[in-house]
């Protein structure tokens, strides 16, 4: 038996609305603001929230000596369709010179690395 389920995804981030708008754009949902939080409701598969944090230092990938802490992989039909928005958005890539892999890496605004995945 489960001791927890999964509540939210929280990101550390200089600006939650800022970070929270460019998911919604890339995820779909509803940019929703509390006093220092931000949720992006209405989307499908774990909720992602978002806080700011003072001093905010971003992931860096790949460093063997720094760890990336976590990544979100995201599913798409379409990898060359789907790096066109997410760079259009604000991301960067990391990792997609391997065009025939089934994914690529790129960071959000703030730095935290995610893969688009066609699998």
Known sequence: MAVAKLGAVVLDCPDPVALAGFYAELLGGK???????????GVTGAPLAFQAAPGFVAPQWPRPDASQQFHLDLTVPDLDAAEKEVLALGATV???EDRQRTFRVYADPAG???CLCAC
């Open 31 to 41: 940019v929703e603001r509390q006093e220092d939080w931000v949720d992006l409701a």
């Open 94 to 96: 990391l990792d997609a």
């Open 112 to 114: 935290h690395p995610f």
